[in-house]
T-cell receptor, first 113, second 111 residues
Framework: DSGVTQTPKHLITATGQRVTLRCSPRSGDLSVYWYQQSLDQGLQFLIQYYNGEERAKGNILERFSAQQFPDLHSELNLSSLELGDSALYFC????????????FGPGTRLTVT | GQQLNQSPQSMFIQEGEDVSMNCTSSSIFNTWLWYKQDPGEGPVLLIALYKAGELTSNGRLTAQFGITRKDSFLNISASIPSDVGIYFCAGLPNTGNQFYFGTGTSLTVIP
């Protein structure tokens, strides 16, 4: 158990819909990262937040957005969902902006039908 | 963007054999991380490397930060069935804040 929690574990929704994925980092970690992993693919970095502020942005679509709240939990919002958005979405956390050992949550499996 | 080339793509080995895999980049990296992922689960951090030439062990696993800062290596000694999984490298370039992940090495250990 990494100490990072993600909810829900599974999510099935229809094209065009909007969903919110939630992540709670390890106790004491200030950075949260979001990744997308499609079937048999590697991990694609989406976005990083540090202490409530966006720190780095990867290949995140405009239909996707995220935020980190004062209690340090983070949410990833996916809108206008397409079939190709079906994937595992992982959240990871690390101690600080410059301490890069990232600990991953169990992931949310999103299926868009 | 940056690309991390990880090789081999897959390995099939006998239990007890040693394993070597590597990760290379086209540019200089400041940090290398190695992860193991079981199907449907989140990656688990194995080893973190922060200095060129650094050699770090975690049980039967040993990883090295290449002296050119463009590569990293992971070795597993005396493999056992529970070593089965996908091993990912991840790196942070010396410019920018974005981590990049390799494409993974799938390891199968035959008892």
């Amino acid at each position: 158990d990494s100490g990072v929690t993600q909810t829900p574990k599974h999510l099935i929704t229809a094209t065009g819909q909007r969903v919110t994925l939630r992540c709670s980092p390890r106790s004491g970690d200030l950075s949260v990262y979001w990744y997308q992993q499609s079937l048999d693919q590697g991990l694609q970095f989406l976005i990083q937040y540090y202490n409530g502020e966006e720190r780095a942005k990867g290949n995140i679509l405009e239909r996707f957005s995220a935020q980190q709240f004062p209690d340090l939990h983070s949410e990833l919002n996916l809108s206008s969902l397409e079939l190709g958005d079906s994937a595992l979405y992982f959240c990871a956390s690390s101690e600080a902006a410059t301490h890069y050992e990232q600990y991953f949550g169990p992931g949310t499996r999103l299926t868009v039908t | 963007g940056q690309q991390l080339n990880q090789s081999p793509q897959s390995m099939f080995i006998q239990e007890g054999e040693d394993v070597s895999m590597n990760c290379t980049s086209s540019s200089i990296f400041n940090t290398w991380l190695w992860y193991k992922q079981d199907p449907g689960e989140g990656p688990v951090l194995l080893i973190a490397l922060y200095k060129a030439g650094e050699l770090t062990s975690n049980g039967r696993l040993t990883a090295q930060f290449g002296i050119t800062r463009k590569d990293s290596f992971l070795n597993i000694s005396a493999s056992i069935p529970s070593d089965v999984g996908i091993y990912f490298c991840a790196g942070l370039p010396n410019t920018g804040n974005q981590f990049y992940f390799g494409t993974g090495t799938s390891l199968t250990v035959i008892p």
